[in-house]
């Protein structure tokens, strides 16, 4: 079975610093997806990026990025130029990859990221 | 596009009786839907994959029998919990997806559900 770790609960940082949230993955498959997830209070969720497992190039969606590093099983999120907006539980989340329809997700606990003025 | 309606959005009713939860995809044709329960400052756990027409697929764990659920349509999927007792009260969540693993699902707004 796979597993998302999300090793830190809570980060705060000021507004327009850069914040890294991280996530590992436990898995032996080798072709899957991987997402990061925001959940505001309203608790609606909203996708903030993906990566496919068999592309080499880290995504980026404006001010996030992410840092895939396969081997180690690593997909971190980067945020720049953080806003007050950004501040939310973020979800690490995988599927793998079955060759027909869509599969459901597997979730890490969340980071809690609040995003001081 | 791609919007998840998904009603209730908060119910609370009495231990014994039966709540439905409807899920609606209302600008594509949702394949398949998911299920999923957020306990408070918890994380979403996937319950089970319904696809359109089938048997729904519950995760290890999920009681089949108390919670029921039907994808009748390519844009609506209902799931019923039976019976509901306290121990049920969460946040229920549901998502759709119109094709495979590397498109984004869907999600629906949740269902807060108290059971008294």
């Known amino acids: 079975a796979q597993t998302v770790t999300q090793s830190q609960p809570e980060m705060s940082v000021q507004e327009a610093e850069t914040v890294t949230l991280s996530c590992t993955y436990d898995t032996s498959e080798s072709n899957y997806y991987l997402f990061w997830y925001k959940q505001p209070p309203s608790r609606q969720m909203i996708l903030v990026i993906r990566q496919e497992a068999y592309k080499q190039q880290n995504a980026t969606e404006n001010r996030f990025s992410v840092n895939f590093q396969k081997a180690a099983k690593s997909f971190s999120l980067k945020i720049s130029d953080s806003q007050l907006g950004d501040t939310a539980m973020y979800f690490c989340?995988?599927?793998?990859?079955?060759?027909?329809?869509?599969?459901?997700?597997?979730f890490g606990k969340g980071t809690h990221l609040i995003i001081q003025p | 596009g791609a919007v998840v309606s998904q009603h209730p959005s908060w119910v609370i009713c009495k231990s014994g009786t039966s709540v439905k939860i409807e899920c609606r995809s209302l600008?594509?044709?949702?394949?398949?839907m998911f299920w999923y329960r957020q306990f408070p400052k918890q994380s979403l756990m996937l319950m089970a994959t319904s696809n359109e027409g089938s048997k729904a697929t519950y995760e290890q764990g999920v009681e089949k029998d108390k919670f029921l659920i039907n994808h009748a349509s390519l844009t609506l999927s209902t799931l019923t919990v039976t019976s509901a007792h306290p121990e049920d009260s969460s946040f229920y969540i549901c998502?759709?997806?119109?094709?495979?693993?590397?498109?984004?699902?869907?999600f629906g707004d949740g269902t807060r559900l108290s059971i008294l």
């Open positions: 600008d594509f044709q949702a394949t398949t």
């Open positions: 998502s759709a997806s119109d094709g495979p693993s590397n498109q984004p699902q869907h």
């Open positions: 989340a995988f599927t793998e990859y079955s060759g027909g329809g869509a599969d459901g997700l597997t």
